[in-house]
């Protein structure tokens, strides 16, 4: 049961990376002070705001939309991959994400 827990908490996760980066653009068309007080980063500060009246850190929100931007396959395959292993936990999935990344650089 634990492991369906996390995984369930995976894709969540995952889905939240989707929406935060989609606040850029859902908030580009919302009126706002801030916009007028920081006119050239008025996308990002909304998105910050946004972010932080929801209790989301940047941190845990850039790790959201890191695993949004692997696609759904290869998201469900390291899934698989590490819970057929001996440590199949967010810290252990998100770890063998950031190796992948680190890689492909």
């Not at 068309?29 to 920081?38: A, L, Q």
């Not at 932080?52 to 940047?58: F, K, M, R, V």
């Not at 698989?80 to 890689?103: C, H, L, P, S, Y």
Request: contains cysteine; charged residues 30%; aromatic residues 8%.
């Amino acid at each position: 049961m634990q492991d369906d827990v996390t995984e369930y908490h995976l894709y969540a996760t995952r889905q939240m990376g989707v929406i935060s980066s989609n606040l850029e653009k859902a908030s580009a068309g919302r009126p706002s002070i801030d916009k007028e007080i920081c006119a050239g980063s008025a996308h990002i500060f909304s998105k910050t705001n946004e972010l932080e009246n929801a209790g989301i850190t940047p941190r845990r929100a850039y790790e959201a939309e890191k695993l949004a931007e692997l696609s759904a396959d290869e998201f469900a395959e390291i899934i698989e991959r590490q819970r057929r292993g001996d440590n199949f936990t967010k810290t252990a999935v998100m770890k063998e994400i950031k190796k992948q990344w680190r890689q492909s650089y």
